[in-house]
């Protein structure tokens, strides 16, 4: 060998080394847990009704997981709305809400940053579903205290649905749909404008456009025709009655999970075997699989609440809001921008490998090149989605409307199967009917057993 031959061998070596250096630095910044792991005991202390120790275990990884710290407010704000603590709720839930659209307005350097690691480094901005959810919680909750916010929130809630869905289509090309223009819009938000506009006893008007619009958007809601009914005749209540609004967050609602895209793996594998023949470097081989998140939903055994008031039953709970669909179905839109993300990311990494043989002048099948390939499929490897979500959420947010004269009455409450078969066990309170006003309560039964206390406005 020529002292030239063995001085550019060596500078390769070097050029290569110190890419293998680099490569192995940017895998040590990659996210390899995932959230829905950390989720798990969370999820599992909450529903079986152990409150302190799921708000124990949320305070440890909000000291560990500065990444996480907006969604794990949530799964907060839910335990602490469950533990009979609304304000502190709601607190949580707006300061989420105002951080969330502050991450909205992604920079360059956020998304470059996402393609060189993984989805997990960026901030999560929540999913469109928990944008608009987010509100609703927020509405329901200030409803337990003065409720002095809540028509602002559900009114929030309308126009975060037009925004999301508008921004969907904002940098289409001519000719393509936007994918969000099918999102199914939450009739929860135009319900409580309803609900609350008709309270004032005056402004039938606008209770009565409110109820229409949730006769619209959920036609399957069965009590949607009397409210709308109610509020063409202008009537609220018998004189002497009030009435009592329970709304119920029943069942365990949908999470995310990662899941290897195989079409999407096979396509790369092909892509990667292409380039290896026809160009002048390798690439790393397509050892690693594609990952993504997908939203699962549980199987519930709870589908329904019964009410009995006075010790007669009254009804069930009726969902105004499906949560689950509502989750799978926009994620299901936005599914191929997912993908092609994904897709998009395992490229620049490839690209990367292959540009750093080219400046180090690395020969095919040579060492320096093999090392390069070996680090490349190590931080391919490391690839997890981002299973990051608001865990808590219930599969349904329901409402029953019940007219009760004036004064105190006992309210029970049990979770009940499709079958209506009512559990043994549930949730009792005497609660305060006042002449012309509406009373709220809220309670939560992610399975046949309640967790936490039966909340009733102020």
């Given at each position: 060998?020529?002292r030239?031959?063995?001085?550019?061998s060596?500078?390769?070596?070097?050029?290569?080394?110190?890419?293998?250096?680099?490569?192995?630095?940017?895998l040590l910044?990659?996210?390899c847990?995932?959230?829905?792991?950390?989720?798990?005991?969370?999820?599992?202390?909450y529903?079986?009704?152990?409150?302190?120790?799921a708000?124990?275990?949320?305070?440890?990884?909000?000291?560990k997981?500065?990444?996480?710290?907006?969604?794990?407010r949530?799964?907060?704000?839910?335990?602490?709305l469950?533990?009979?603590n609304?304000a502190e709720?709601?607190?949580?839930?707006r300061q989420v809400r105002?951080?969330?659209?502050?991450l909205?307005?992604?920079?360059?350097?956020?998304?470059?940053?996402?393609?060189?690691a993984?989805?997990q480094?960026r901030p999560?901005?929540?999913?469109?579903y928990?944008?608009v959810?987010?509100r609703?919680m927020l509405a329901?909750t200030?409803?337990?205290?003065d409720g002095?916010?809540?028509?602002?929130?559900s009114?929030?809630?309308i126009?975060?649905?037009?925004?999301?869905?508008?921004?969907?289509?904002?940098?289409?090309?001519?000719?393509?749909?936007n994918?969000?223009?099918?999102?199914?819009r939450?009739?929860l938000?135009?319900?409580?404008r309803?609900?609350?506009?008709?309270?004032?006893?005056?402004?039938?008007?606008?209770?009565q456009?409110?109820f229409?619009?949730?006769?619209?958007w959920?036609p399957?809601?069965?009590?949607?025709?009397?409210?709308?009914?109610?509020?063409v005749?202008?009537?609220?209540?018998e004189p002497?009655?009030?009435v009592l609004y329970?709304?119920?967050?029943?069942?365990?609602?949908?999470?995310?999970e990662?899941?290897?895209?195989?079409?999407?793996?096979?396509s790369l594998?092909?892509a990667?075997?292409?380039?290896?023949q026809?160009?002048?470097?390798?690439?790393?081989?397509?050892?690693?699989?594609?990952?993504?998140p997908?939203?699962?939903a549980?199987?519930?055994?709870?589908?329904?609440?019964?009410?009995v008031?006075?010790q007669?039953?009254v009804g069930?709970?009726e969902t105004?809001?499906?949560?689950?669909s509502l989750?799978?179905?926009?994620?299901?839109?936005v599914m191929?921008?997912?993908?092609?993300?994904?897709?998009?990311r395992?490229?620049v990494?490839?690209g990367f490998?292959y540009?750093a043989?080219?400046?180090a002048?690395?020969?095919?099948?040579t060492?320096?090149?093999?090392?390069?390939?070996?680090?490349?499929?190590?931080w391919?490897?490391?690839?997890?989605?981002?299973t990051?979500?608001?865990?808590?959420?219930?599969d349904k947010?329901?409402?029953?409307r019940?007219?009760?004269?004036?004064?105190?009455?006992e309210?029970?409450?049990?979770a009940?199967?499709?079958?209506g078969q009512p559990?043994?066990s549930g949730?009792?309170?005497?609660?305060?009917?006042r002449?012309?006003?509406?009373t709220?309560v809220?309670?939560?039964?992610?399975?046949?057993?309640p967790?936490?206390?039966?909340?009733i406005?102020d």
């Open positions: 060998m020529t030239s031959a063995s001085t550019s060596t500078r390769s070596l070097v050029a290569a080394t110190g890419h293998c250096v680099l490569l192995l630095t940017l910044a990659t996210g847990s995932t959230y829905a792991r950390h989720l798990t005991k969370i999820r599992d202390a529903y079986v009704n152990d409150l302190p120790a708000s124990e275990l949320v305070e440890t990884r909000l000291k997981e500065r990444g996480d710290a907006d969604v794990l949530l799964e907060k704000a839910m335990i602490e469950t533990s009979g609304p709720a709601e607190q949580l839930m105002d951080r969330f659209e502050y909205e307005q992604k920079t360059a350097a956020d998304v470059a940053l996402t393609y060189m993984d989805d480094k999560y901005a929540g999913e469109d928990e944008k959810l987010i609703a329901l200030n409803l337990l205290g002095g916010d809540a028509e602002a929130y009114l929030q809630m126009d975060k649905q037009e925004q999301i869905i508008a921004a969907g289509g904002a940098q289409l090309a001519d000719g393509e749909e994918p969000k223009a099918a999102y199914q939450v009739a938000a135009p319900y409580l309803g609900v609350l506009r008709e309270a004032t006893h005056r402004d039938y008007d606008d209770a456009r409110s229409a619009t949730v006769v619209s959920q399957e809601f069965s009590s949607g025709a009397g409210d709308l009914s109610r509020a005749y202008g009537h609220h209540s002497g009655n009030g329970v709304f119920t967050l029943t069942g365990r609602g949908p999470y995310k990662e899941v290897v895209e195989a079409p999407t793996s096979q594998l092909i990667g075997e292409i380039l290896n026809l160009g002048k470097q390798t690439v790393p081989p397509n050892i690693a699989p594609v990952k993504i997908q939203i699962v549980r199987d519930n055994l709870v589908q329904t609440v019964a009410v008031v006075d007669q039953h069930y709970t105004i809001t499906d949560v689950t989750a799978i179905n926009q994620y299901a839109a191929p921008q997912i993908i092609a993300r994904a897709v998009a395992r490229i990494k490839k490998v540009g043989k080219e400046i002048d690395i020969s095919k099948g060492l320096s090149g093999t090392a390069l390939d070996l680090a490349g499929v190590a391919e490897m490391t690839e997890s989605a981002d990051r979500c608001w865990g808590l959420l219930p947010i329901q409402v029953l019940i007219e009760l004269p004036q004064g105190q009455h309210l029970a409450l049990a009940a199967t499709g079958q559990s043994p949730l009792r309170q005497i609660v305060e009917i002449d012309g006003r509406n709220y809220l309670a939560v039964f992610p399975d046949m057993q967790v936490g206390q039966m909340l406005s």
